[in-house]
């Protein structure tokens, strides 16, 4: 079955350094979100992607974010100075363009030391 | 904000059936209500979703009220790896996000 695949699974950084999370969504999706989750708190969405652009973007997603779909298969969420704030687990999704349900990932443990 | 209201939490035996309740009193005549849990923090998994109609599908039953406040969703034979965080979302066909809420937390008793 095809699946929404997410790496590293865990990444350990230092504060103030950048770091980038890969994702790859089912291959014939179009939509692409990224939502965040910090320990023991609600899933958290911080953006959302179609036609390469953003779509939507939560107050979350401010300008140390960006997302970027590189080449025709992977989906990034970069995040360019990292703060002890920051550490959480981050889902990608995707869904098709006609259908409503979304996909995860099984997510990104990032944690900022 | 989650427009629906469940409880914190539930317990149900090993191979009953796990009926989970939400209230969406202020849901519209456009918004679905949608069913994701999450299994130990992993990502959220898709379960079910519907509009007025019953529906069923190979993991759960939606029951959904006829004034469409609330709703159930049905887990016919409950196992140990049911257990998790059950998230009812009201949400309309045209909105792209999804706004998670604190969820049911279910556990599954041997």
């Known amino acids: 079955e095809p699946e929404v695949t997410q790496t590293p699974s865990h990444q350990v950084t230092q504060m103030g350094q950048e770091v980038i999370l890969r994702c790859v969504p089912i291959?014939?999706?179009?939509?692409f979100y990224w939502y965040r989750q910090i320990l023991g708190q609600k899933v958290e969405f911080l953006v959302s992607?179609?036609?390469?652009?953003?779509?939507?973007k939560s107050e979350i997603f401010d300008d140390q974010f960006s997302v970027e779909r590189p080449d025709g298969s992977n989906f990034t969420l970069k995040i360019r100075s990292t703060k002890l704030e920051d550490s959480a687990m981050y889902f990608c999704?995707?869904?098709?363009?006609?259908?409503?349900?979304?996909?995860f990932g099984q997510g990104t443990r990032l944690t900022v030391v | 904000d989650a427009k629906t209201t469940q409880p914190t939490s539930m317990d149900c035996a090993e191979g009953r059936a796990a009926n989970l309740p939400c209230n969406h009193s202020?849901?519209?005549?456009?918004?679905?209500v949608y069913w994701y849990r999450q299994i130990h923090s992993q990502g959220p998994q898709y379960i079910i979703h519907?509009?007025?109609n019953n529906e069923t599908n190979e993991m759960a039953s939606l029951i959904i009220t006829e004034d469409r406040k609330s709703s159930t969703l049905i887990l016919p034979h409950a196992t140990l790896r049911d257990t998790a965080v059950y998230y009812c979302?009201?949400?309309?066909?045209?909105?792209?996000?999804?706004?998670f809420g604190k969820g049911t937390r279910l556990h599954i008793l041997p």
């Open positions: 519907g509009l007025k």
């Open positions: 999704a995707s869904r098709t363009g006609g259908s409503t349900e979304a996909f």
């Open positions: 992607f179609y036609n390469n652009e953003i779509s939507e």
């Open positions: 291959s014939n999706h179009l939509y």
């Open positions: 202020t849901i519209s005549g456009n918004e679905y």
């Open positions: 979302i009201v949400r309309d066909g045209r909105d792209d996000k999804i706004i």
